[in-house]
């Protein structure tokens, strides 16, 4: 709609073209939909003289230019049909030579098209702009002492669709209100278009015009085959890009089946960027459910949620299941909790990316026959060719089997670096602080939280409950609690029973509990190089400082005796705390302290360092920068670097 100010117009009507849109600096384009019991066209005249009535549908892009006072038909697309049994069909745009007719502002609400049919006729259309409606009045005017012309009357009424924009990537779809929101959802031939959030949304079911959805808002989708975390779906997906612009819809409240969110299905090329779903609640009796979108193979870029999700399959804070898909710069605090595949942020992530996201809300998996768990504070479960890098989860985590501070499970290509978990765990089997069971890569990782597993033939560990087979942990530490209850857990410090390998780490929490205990790992079926523990350990018939049971040779590690309080251990050396602080001690077993490990002689346990002890600007390279550093700071005190 035009906007105009008035003070300004009768002071000079030289500025009145200006003033139309306030202080715009540049054409803006809005879409229409015509309004089909409301838009004909009269056919009258020609040699019979039969007049005929025409229904319009399809819609228009409008053009005003508000520093010229002028205006175009950017595109149409609309056909008029009759009513008679022969469907006859106009093309609104060939009768009316819309899009070359030249549009001129009159006012702050009218405007006027002039300009000629195909045939020569006159054409002349006035629109009028009131509260999101455009009416249109024209005719055509065949030229002199043409008796056999048609003579075409236009009478119309157009909703403006959204709330301006024409859906391209220069100039989106304006989305202010709710009403916008659901309008997109119910026009399934936009989903390839682009759309920008321009105010903040309130979808309260308790707000007028609002309701309680029964399935995703936009691009909804069913499950027509596959399994929960390979899913085969039926729907039109979402494939275009919706900008937040940094603004909110809250109070989203869903009650359905399954792939439920804002959005139900993001395909591929899709993008979500810049958005906040606040407040949600959401409720699935199916799989796949997120606050901000069911299943995607798209991006989502600077997002966030709050709120409470529930499903049964596939629940994430943010996202219920990404395949093939991209989650960066994304956050959520939601509580989620479902039967299996439950994640903080995501609840299954497969061939997919996970960069710089974290969560904080309670996270918690029921299980049952079905699904035997996979809870992560962060995700459910990390699946083949999926990374996890620069990621952390704060909240508490509880569930049955595979559940870890920060994933549940991590499939055999799982890569996760730079990542921890600080949120307490809990799980009967197969439960870490970091990750529940690994069979892929941990690498550059921590945890902090206190750990605890109750199933009899439990693998409790505090980073790692149990590392499968070709698994590989790497540059890792713990420091949280680890207890077990159950009789026969293999439970560790570091790792609770590792059949792959574990490579240059160290743990310092305490361990009590369970069959195999041991400060570092409880259960050794693999490798374990250049590691150490210093954390006490009880409990157990099989106990040692570093390693309970060990079916391997443990290389190059060490334990602390004395706060350990074991002077035994299946595998490793022990040492004094003095000797455990001595750069020496761990010098002679090769132990790499110029790009691994750090230590404060005499006062420190060695440390895993973030850069290498001669990349001193810390820029991950090692170069003739570096040099220079040192050189303008000879003899001076940089040990803080």
Known sequence: MIATNSRVLWIDPLLIAVCLVGVAASAETSTYVFVPDQSTVVQTGGIAGVPRTYSIKGEFQLTVDPNLGTASFAQVD????????????????????????????????????????????????????????????????????????????????????????????????????????????????????????????????????????????????????????VPVLRGTPFTGVFDGNGRTISHLTTTGGGFLGLFGWLASGAEVR???????????????????????????????????????????????????????????????????????????????????????????????????????????????????????????????????????????????????????????????????????????????????????????????????SRSAVTRCYSTGRVTSTGELADVGGLVGANSGAVTQCYSTGGVNGGFSVGGLVGRNCGTVTYCYSSGTVKGGDAIGGLAGLSQVDVTACFWDTQTSGQTASAGGTGKTTAEMKTASTFLEAGWDFVNVWGIGENQTYPYLRKYSAVDINQDSSVNFLDLAVLAENWLTDISHR
């Open 78 to 229: 609309a056909n008029a049909t009759d009513d008679s049994p022969f469907k006859r069909t106009l093309d609104l745009n060939h009768v009316f030579n819309m899009t070359s007719l030249v549009g001129t502002v009159v006012d702050d609400t009218t405007i006027k098209f002039t300009g000629k049919a195909s045939d020569e006729s006159d054409v002349g259309i006035a629109v009028t702009l009131q509260d999101g409606l455009a009416h249109l009045v024209g005719q055509t005017t065949p030229p002199p002492n043409s008796a056999d012309f048609f003579i075409f009357n236009l009478d119309a009424v157009a909703q403006r669709k959204y709330g301006g924009g024409s859906g391209t990537p220069d100039d989106p779809y304006q989305i202010a209100t709710a009403a916008d929101l659901v309008a997109l959802g119910e026009t399934p031939e936009d989903y390839d278009k682009h759309f920008i959030l321009t105010a903040d949304i309130d979808l309260d079911p308790n707000l007028p015009g609002r309701k309680v959805f029964d399935k995703a808002v936009i691009a909804p989708a069913t499950l027509s085959g596959g399994r929960p975390t």
């Open 274 to 468: 810049g958005l906040g779903v606040v407040d949600v609640n959401i409720t699935g009796s199916s799989n796949v459910a997120g606050g901000l979108v069911g299943s995607s193979e798209g991006a989502l870029t600077g997002c966030y949620s709050t709120g409470v999700v529930r499903g049964r399959g596939c629940v994430g804070g943010l996202a219920g299941d990404i395949e093939r898909g991209t989650v960066t710069a994304c956050y959520s605090t939601a509580a989620a909790s479902g039967v299996g595949f439950v994640g903080g942020l995501v609840g299954c992530s497969q061939w997919a990316h996970v960069t710089d996201c974290y969560s904080t809300g309670a996270v918690k998996g029921s299980g049952d026959d079905a699904y035997v768990g996979y809870v992560g504070g962060l995700v459910g479960y990390n699946g083949p060719d999926t990374t996890l890098t620069d990621c952390y989860s704060t909240g508490a985590v509880s569930g049955n089997s595979f559940v870890g501070g920060l994933v549940g499970a991590n499939a055999e290509s799982g890569f996760i670096s730079h990542c921890y978990g600080t949120g307490a765990v809990d799980g009967d089997d197969n439960v870490g602080g970091l990750v529940g069971q690994n069979s892929g890569t941990v690498t550059q990782c921590y945890s902090a939280g206190a750990v605890e597993g109750s199933g009899d033939y439990a693998s409790v560990g505090g980073l790692v409950g149990d590392a499968w």
